[in-house]
């Protein structure tokens, strides 16, 4: 763009010397027109700033990580004139990491005409994808002048954490949501309330469970099998304050395994029949939620609340605050997600949660971390998880 206009001027000079040398109509005219040709692409230019409209989309808010999702920026060109080449400057980073990646595109829009474009992105972790597209400028055919529009267009992707297999066992205890009537389709259990199934009588079966009046018309005796109620109190609570390593790169990974330990160990749970809840710190509503999980939609929707919750400070509550408010907890499991081996959160959840069976996933960077980590707890079992190693680090645990 320098060089042409560079050139015009020059241009422009050598045109009036030639005009005062010689008093020529035809060297009056090409000095009028070689003037008038910048003016034109000025002015037109600039009309067609004032209606051009930009705009940028997402085909959804999610996306799976390692897969490209696609990115829209349309211009609407309303004007007469044709722009010779829009550079639209792209933005984009996850909000769990400081590095801001950077690229640009270039289209030529035609008059009285949408212009569309379609790139690809794709992310390694989970978290939020923040793209904007920071300005675009608009030059005139012959590229001598610029203008700006389409400041500050953003679009927000929240990239959604895998499940990983766990190796573990679902231990069906006496605590039971009593007000709930969800039982498991699979396991027989001890809830006289409803019956599973009806089968033949096995010696050791208890008289008090057998069917006497379809007894009597079969001529055999008929054991009822009681149900096996699946809507426990069992929570999984993850702590989404990220681990403070002097290496800032490590915050993105240790959210990422943070995120996909507890669906990991949701989907463990979903699969065995087991009911449950999720608690985390939604930075958005500034306070703690629950979510009940009775099926994979309610585990989709949670997780996609989760990510999207959480602003770019980065800011969590200290979990101390939800034990406060909640002091009378009691349940069957409790599951404590993080990756800040805060002794005092642990000694405190070891000491007064109210539950038949307590954990604690800490994440960790290394394998030497983990053989360091200091398990110290009566009460709770403390599981270090190594970052990426989900499914080698969770063998067996008990939920």
């Known amino acids: 763009m320098l060089l042409m206009k560079i050139f015009f001027a020059a241009l422009i000079i050598i045109c009036a010397v030639f005009y005062v040398m010689y008093l020529w109509d035809f060297a009056l005219v090409l000095l009028v027109v070689v003037c008038a040709i910048p003016v034109l692409m000025y002015v037109s230019t600039f009309i067609t700033k004032l ?53 640009e595109l270039h289209m030529p829009v035609q008059p009285l005409n949408e212009q569309s474009v379609t790139f690809q992105l794709s992310s390694q972790f989970c978290g939020i994808i923040n793209i904007r597209c920071a300005y675009i400028y608009i030059y005139d055919p012959l590229k001598i002048f610029k203008f700006k529009i389409g400041r500050n267009l953003t679009a927000e992707v929240a990239v959604m954490p895998e499940g990983h297999e766990i190796g573990g066992e679902v231990s069906y205890l006496d605590r039971t949501n009593e007000e709930s009537n969800v039982f498991s389709e699979h396991k027989p259990g001890d809830d006289p309330s409803e019956v599973f199934d009806l089968r033949g009588y096995h010696p050791g079966d208890k008289l008090n469970r057998i069917h006497w009046k379809l007894s009597s018309k079969k001529d055999e005796f008929i054991v009822k099998d009681y149900s096996l109620p699946v809507d426990t109190p069992c929570t999984l609570f993850i702590n989404l304050k990220c681990y403070e390593k002097n290496d800032p790169h490590f915050t993105l990974p240790v959210f990422d395994t943070l995120v996909e330990s507890l669906v990991s160990l949701s989907q463990f749970m979903l699969e ?45 509550e200290p979990p101390e605050l939800y034990f406060t408010e909640h002091s009378g907890l009691s349940l069957s499991s409790f599951t404590f997600i993080t990756s800040v081996p805060d002794t005092s959160v642990l000694e405190y959840i070891d000491d007064n949660v109210d539950a038949d069976i307590l954990n604690a996933l800490v994440v960790v960077t290394s394998p030497e971390e983990a053989a360091q980590f200091a398990v110290g707890y009566p009460n709770l079992n403390t599981i270090p998880v190594i970052i990426g190693r989900i499914s080698s680090s969770v063998k067996d645990i008990e939920l």
């Open 272 to 316: 065995n029949e087991r009911l449950h809840s999720i608690v985390f710190y939604n930075g958005k509503a500034n306070g703690f939620v629950e979510r009940n999980i009775a099926d994979s939609d309610d585990l989709a929707g949670a997780v996609q609340e989760l990510i999207l919750s959480v602003t770019d400070s980065l800011f969590c």
């Open 51 to 103: 209606l051009m409209r930009a705009d940028m989309s997402v085909k959804s808010g999610t996306a799976s990580k390692r897969e490209d999702f696609p990115v829209f920026i349309r211009l609407s060109n309303r004007s007469f004139f044709p722009v010779g080449k829009a550079e639209a400057h792209i933005e984009y980073y996850n909000v769990f990491n400081n590095e801001i990646n950077t690229f």
